[in-house]
Nanobody, 116 residues
Framework: QVQLVESGGGLVQPGGSLRLSCAASGSIFNGNIMGWYRQAPGKQREMVARITSGGGRTWYADSVKGRFTISSSAKNTIYLQMDSLKPEDTAVYYC??????????WGQGSQVTVSS
């Protein structure tokens, strides 16, 4: 089992910044991929950014490239720095853990609202 605890969501004005954190604990295997997904009302969940354990490789959705940055720490924590936020970034953001054993876990979700 892997537990994912998210923090850092909230309300921000357009053009502002927020940082999300996700701390993973439990049976964590090397070579995992952690990431952030989001789901807006009435839409499907979509990948925002992913990072390999150790931070060697990252992926971003086209809609957030140049504005969001994913990073990781040695303590199994990942971060999503979100800059130049837009109203269309409003969604519930979910942390995800996936490994080569096909273990797939989700965090509880963090609401991010971008509004003036």
């Amino acid at each position: 089992q892997v537990q994912l605890v998210e923090s850092g969501g909230g309300l921000v004005q357009p053009g502002g910044s927020l940082r999300l954190s996700c701390a993973a604990s439990g049976s964590i295997f090397n070579g995992n991929i952690m990431g952030w997904y989001r789901q807006a009302p009435g839409k499907q969940r979509e990948m925002v950014a992913r990072i390999t354990s150790g931070g060697g490789r990252t992926w971003y959705a086209d809609s957030v490239k140049g504005r969001f940055t994913i990073s990781s720490s040695a303590k199994n924590t990942i971060y999503l720095q979100m800059d130049s936020l837009k109203p269309e970034d409003t969604a519930v953001y979910y942390c995800n853990y996936y490994d080569s054993y096909e273990n797939d876990y989700w965090g509880q979700g963090s609401q991010v609202t971008v509004s003036s």
